[in-house]
């Protein structure tokens, strides 16, 4: 299997996070195109599934897959893994957990592209404010449910590190933990865990000794 995305795109690292917790990783090529432009489709990414848009896992059997969500539970599925659920007990808190961190890191990519592609006007900012307004609702939701985040790893508690992860690296001014303790605490230990220490979003940057 080829997995196509970006090392730096938290959709891509909630597969390649995923995939290490399931131990399937080493049956997963990752390849990173590189610097992609949003407003440029990319010719490989076009060729592998028509939305053009990473991740894309590619099987051996020629056909592709796209989005996070159906790549992740499929991985899970082909492992016979248990991070999505099948009680209902668990599994439509880990879905919604999956949709709401999923949401944050619509919202945190939109932003990143607004503040890097577009040209300034009045509708921007108000644009901006909106989604980071997005953020921090849904980080403080997170933070208000975190005691349950260590009772069970699933696909919720991989998307919400991840949404996490992507703020740390393109957002550090929005200074989440201070208001948001519980969730700070719990992504502290989390962080740990050689599936995300493996997979960075910036792999050129040096570790914190
Ligand atoms: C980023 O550079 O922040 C980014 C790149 C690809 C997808 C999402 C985010």
């Known amino acids: 299997m080829i997995l196509l995305g970006n090392h730096a795109s938290p959709f891509t690292r909630k597969v390649r996070v995923l995939s290490a917790e399931l131990g399937v990783d ?16 990319n010719d490989v990414l076009v060729a592998a599934h028509p939305l053009g848009k990473m991740p894309i896992l590619q099987l051996g059997d020629g056909t592709s897959l796209h989005d996070s969500r159906v790549i992740c539970e499929y991985l899970n599925a082909e492992a016979d893994g248990d991070l999505f659920p099948e009680e209902p007990a668990f599994r ?6 999956q949709a709401l961190a999923d949401g944050l890191m619509d919202a945190a990519v939109a932003t990143r592209y607004e503040l890097s592609f577009r040209e300034a006007d009045a509708t921007r900012s108000r644009w901006i404010e909106r989604q980071v307004g997005r953020i921090q609702n849904a980080v403080s939701h997170m933070n208000g449910i975190a005691v349950a985040f260590a009772h069970r790893l699933t696909i919720g508690e991989i998307s919400a590190a991840c949404a996490l992860g992507y703020l740390d690296f393109r957002f550090a001014e929005i200074s989440w933990r201070a208001e948001n303790p519980e969730l700070a605490g719990w992504f502290e230990t989390f962080a740990k865990r050689p599936s995300m220490t493996s997979t960075p979003p910036n792999p050129n940057q040096k570790k914190r000794g």
Do not use: V
Not at 26 to 41: C, H, M, V, Y
Not at 92 to 97: G, I, N, P, R, V
């Open 92 to 97: 439509w808190q880990a879905l919604s957990l």
């Open 26 to 41: 080493p049956q997963i090529e990752f390849q990173d195109p590189g610097a992609l432009s949003p407003l440029i489709p």
